[in-house]
Structure formats: C-alpha cells, structure tokens
C-alpha cells in the first residue's frame, strides 16, 4: 500500500491571515488475477482441463463461465469440462477485488461409432466375406480393429473381413475419437480341393475301370460329376470311371462350405488284340507292344516274354500282350500239332512207357515215382496223376494223344505220343 500527504490552504477576504492544515491518505493495491490452463483448451466431450489460479495469502476465489458465478467454484483451481469463457474473481485480505483475462474452453463432440454388417452373414466359409461399415461424414477418420488390434491400411469407412474374429471400429473428428461394439466373425474351412489318384487316368474299354477318390472326413457328402454333368447316384468318397472325361467331385462339409476338385482327364483304350501267325517254325504275335506273356494250355511259358517263340511241345497255345498304355489282350489259341516227341531231360534215358498202344492201364518204368499228365493232341490236359508209376485211361475214347512224365519238382522229363486203342 501507498502514503501520500495533502496540505489544505484558507484564504478570505474575513480573516487578516492564512491557515494550512495536513492530512495523509492510504491506497491499498488490487490483487492479481490470472488463469492458467494445465493442459491443451480444446476438449473431447467426456474429458476435462484444470484451471489454475494465482494464489496470495487471504485471497478468496470466484470463478466464472461466461461472466456468471459458478455455484461452488471458490477454490484456487477449478476443473473445466464444459465449453465456454472462465475467468476467476480474486478477492484480497483488503477486499480489493481483481477479475482474469477469460480462457475460453471449447468442447467437441465424440463422432458416432455404429458398425453395421452392410453385406454378408458373421458366418461363412473361406473366400468369402463380410463387410462391416460405420458412420461415412466429413471430417471423420476411421481405424478398423481386430481382437483389439489395428489392421494395417484399414483406414476407410467400409471394411470387408475375411478371417474369425472379434471387429470394431475407432472413429475420430477434431482429434476425438469413439470406439464402436464388437462383431464376432466365424469363418468355416472349406473341404480338401484334392483328388487321390493312382498311375496314369487311362481305362481300357472292357476293363475294370480308374478309381478316383475325395479327401473323406465325417459329415462330408459327395457329389461326382463327368464333363461338368453331375452323375446319378455317384454320391461316395470314391467313383471308378469306366469311360473317357474329366471328372471331378463336389463336396459339402458339415458346416455347408462347399468345394469342387481338381479335375482328372480320363483317356480310354481299346485294349489289342493280338494274332498269332507262324513264321518258319515259330510263332509270331506282332511287333509294337510293350510286353508279351507266352502261354501253353493257359499256362505261362517260363522265359518266353519275346515277340516270336518256337514251340517244343505240342498244345494250345496263346500270346498276352501289353501295350505303352498298360492295356492288355490275349490271343485266340493256336494249335501246335506237329512237335516231334522228344526226351527232354538225362532221367528219360531211365524211362519208358508201356504198353503203347495201350487199352486200360499205362505203366511207367522208372527208378523213382513220377507225375503223370495226359493231353489231347491239342495240349488240353485230360488226365493227371502224382508219385506214380500208371495212369488208367480205360475211359478215354480210342485215338492219339500226348503223355507228360515229370519229376517230383514238376520238371518235364520226357514227353512221348500215346495210342489209345482196345483191338
């Protein structure tokens, strides 16, 4: 505070002389009055800001929002959450009053956060999709979030969600933002797209067919179509084609996710047909086929899997031939006739056959048991005996025939031409 003295002069025309009195006067100085914001002015609705005061000792306070008391608000400090212009009253001890600069507090209003499932179900199987959209205003901002984390780049108003999980959306304006409810998104796996196969798609027309086979698992069905065209009541994990195509199958899981296979192109061969010819003194089945299976009396020949073969017996024979497509044909029989008999092992020197010709019984005169086969002239087996040494033909018809004699391994020892006669 201040002193300040004051002289007072009288003067008049009814006194012969001047007085002067003195007298001292006190200025008492106002008290400051100053805001100062804790933080940043512009708030988002919900939030708050700290006003400071000047403090003095005895200083009594009175805020103001807009030049009007605020009820209860006569603290140094005051915490602002509506918009508007704060100013603060200060009274000193010497009831000197000063009043603050206002600070004005703006408020802005939280954006809308709906989210929507603009297109699609919440449920669906793989490579589909659901799209989630929220409010689309200027101004607003947009950060799309899965199980609490932000997806990189999705940053648009609309998004479209292809993986399970839980979905939301911040959305901001004037650097406040909300945060909307969460989607729970389930996306189904979809069936194995993958056919088994075995060896090359070729059938051979007649033959038994390519199997095919779906990826099984439990709840599954099947659908199998050839050339695009489902096919009646093939509804099994497996389907064996008998006919050229490309196949494939369609398959529903449990949760009805739904999935064609690759497809197989299935290529049918006529199988061959070989023909057996003699050239010279050998049989000839054709050249250009991949494998050859020479049969007597539809027996394998051992070590005859060439083109040609020359007969050493009499007999039906055939030919098996593969060809580069793994289809197989067998020959009509050709019958050999005309083979000397001979002996074709060292025993048959300790052998010999009687009577012959004979009418009933054969006997074999050997040094050791044998195995006895009969045949037509034409290799059909007729009779057969084992570990013997006579073989009863009384019942066949009087003509030729052809008589196998073998060891106890079935190694052919001799063969020999046999009369059947009852003169």
Known sequence: MAAYSYQCVLSGTCVTTSATSAASIIVNPAPLATVSPAGPVSLCAGNNIVLHSNTGTGYSYVWQLNGNAITGATTSNYTASSAGSYSVQVTGTN???????????????????PINDLLGNLNFCAGDSVVFGTSNLTGLTYQWLLNNGNI??????????????????????NGCS??????????YPNPSSNLITSGSPVICLGGSGYLMSAVAASGQTYLWYQNGIAILGATAPQYTATAAGYYNVNITNAEGCSVFTNSVTVTAVTPPTPVISLSGSALDAGAGYATYVWLRNGVAISGANGENYVPTQNGNYTVTVTDVSGCSG???????????????????????????????????????????????????????KTDTKSIDISQLANGMYMINIYDDTNSL?????????NW
Do not use: D, W
């Not at 990189?152 to 304006?173: D, E, F, K, P």
């Not at 909300?178 to 989607?183: D, N, R, V």
């Open 95 to 113: 009831t000197c009053v000063a009043t603050s600069t206002p600070v004005v507090v703006s408020v802005f209003t939280n954006p809308a956060a």
């Open 152 to 173: 990189a780049g999705a940053t648009n108003a609309t998004y479209a969600a292809l993986s399970s999980g839980n979905y939301s959306v911040i959305v901001s304006s």
């Open 178 to 187: 909300s945060t909307s409810s969460q989607e729970n998104v389930t996306v």
């Open 330 to 384: 067998t020959s009509s029989e050709y019958t050999v006739t005309g083979v000397k008999v001979v002996n074709v092992s060292p025993k048959a020197s300790e052998i010999s056959i009687y009577p012959n010709p004979a009418t009933s019984v054969v006997n074999v005169s050997a040094p050791f048991n044998v195995n006895i086969s009969v045949l037509s002239v034409e290799g059909k087996l007729i009779l057969q």
């Open 413 to 421: 020892l001799m063969t020999e031409r046999l009369v059947k006669s």
